[in-house]
């Protein structure tokens, strides 16, 4: 017998529709298969679809299952919000005062999310990460990656270094020059895993390659601090319009080369301004004694539709 699932569609990362990232969840997958849910989030062909199941741990608010195009991921920023953005808005979420907790079970363990209602009943929404940054610095010349990006090696002339760092999900950050670099960057796929290969990134684990981030700190509107883009073809996203587990990254970067030892580092993003679907993102990075110790990404979300999916017998 067919099942029938509902289902919201989403914008994460903007307070305007047809802005930020898009996203579908369904909130009550029970009965929906490993199989299906990476059909669904084929057919669908956004960057991801999150499926929302009862929580396992007595901490959890829900556990999540997150799907792109080409595979399950272990963590990302983008689904977390939306999620619990369907989860307040359609009343499953606690009803304590702002701001309220919830935490959703992910393949990467527990993650934290803050819901702040501000003016209008607008709501904020600002995940923890479960896991503490991993560094890998790369050792190369950062020139060695213009011609993967097809940009000329002054393009990559940047104050902060390259690397590839993880809050649960890893990226190549790959600092450029200016926004024009930025604007005219375009992920070589061959020459990448070209690269890849020769070990110039110190390992050649998929999992820590195929995520390549470049970014700048020349910005096109203030309040941002940074502008980004994100290229991942081996999910089957050729290019995101805002990755919070990608921001999440970025923040302990960050907060590592800045030379405050102590306390709390704010910065805000922009994403997506090439795709137009312009996103922001806001990030924070606590530090002891020179040490990242947490990182946090918020952002706002709009639902922009709700619809059926219905799953043959």
């Known amino acids: 017998m067919a099942q029938t699932y509902h ?30 849910m990476q059909q669904i989030a084929r057919e669908f062909n956004i960057s991801e ?21 080409g595979r399950e991921l272990p963590f990302a920023g983008h689904p977390t919000i939306g999620a619990v953005h369907v989860l307040a808005t359609i009343g499953r979420g606690p009803h304590t005062s702002p701001p309220r907790q919830v935490v959703l079970e992910e393949l990467v363990g527990p993650v934290p999310v803050s819901i702040e209602e501000q003016g209008g009943g607008t709501l904020f929404i ?3 990460t479960a896991r503490a940054p991993e560094f890998r610095p790369i050792a190369v010349d950062p020139k060695t990656f213009a011609p993967t990006l097809g940009l000329e090696p002054a393009d990559m002339e940047a104050p902060l270094p390259a690397a590839i760092v993880s809050c649960g999900t890893p990226f190549v950050i790959l600092p450029v020059k200016n926004a024009d670099a ?26 820590w390659t ?9 910005v096109s509107v203030r309040p941002a601090d940074l502008r980004v883009r994100m290229f991942a073809p081996g999910l089957g996203v050729t290019e995101d319009p805002a990755t919070g587990s990608a921001a999440a990254a970025l923040a302990a ?25 312009k996103s922001l993102l806001y990030l924070e990075a606590d530090k002891n004694d020179g040490d990242v110790m947490a990182v946090r990404v ?9 619809g059926q999916f219905t799953l043959p017998s």
């Open 298 to 306: 918020g952002g706002y979300a709009v639902t922009v539709s709700e």
């Open 182 to 207: 930025l604007r005219r960057a375009r992920l070589n796929i061959d020459a990448w895993h070209k690269l890849v290969a020769s070990g110039a990134l110190g390992t050649t684990d998929p999992l």
């Open 49 to 69: 679809t999150v499926f929302l199941f009862p929580p396992e741990t007595p901490s959890g608010t829900r556990k999540a299952r997150i799907f792109t195009p």
């Open 210 to 218: 195929e995520h390549v981030y470049p970014i700048t700190n020349d």
């Open 253 to 277: 970067h960050l907060a590592k080369h800045v030379t405050r030892p102590d306390g709390t580092l704010k910065w805000t993003i922009e994403q997506g301004i090439e795709l137009g679907r």
């Open 7 to 36: 289902y919201y569609w989403l914008d994460v990362f903007t307070q305007q529709v047809f802005g930020g990232n898009q996203l579908a969840v369904f909130p009550d997958a029970q009965g929906i298969s490993d199989t299906q």
């Open 126 to 128: 600002k995940l923890s």
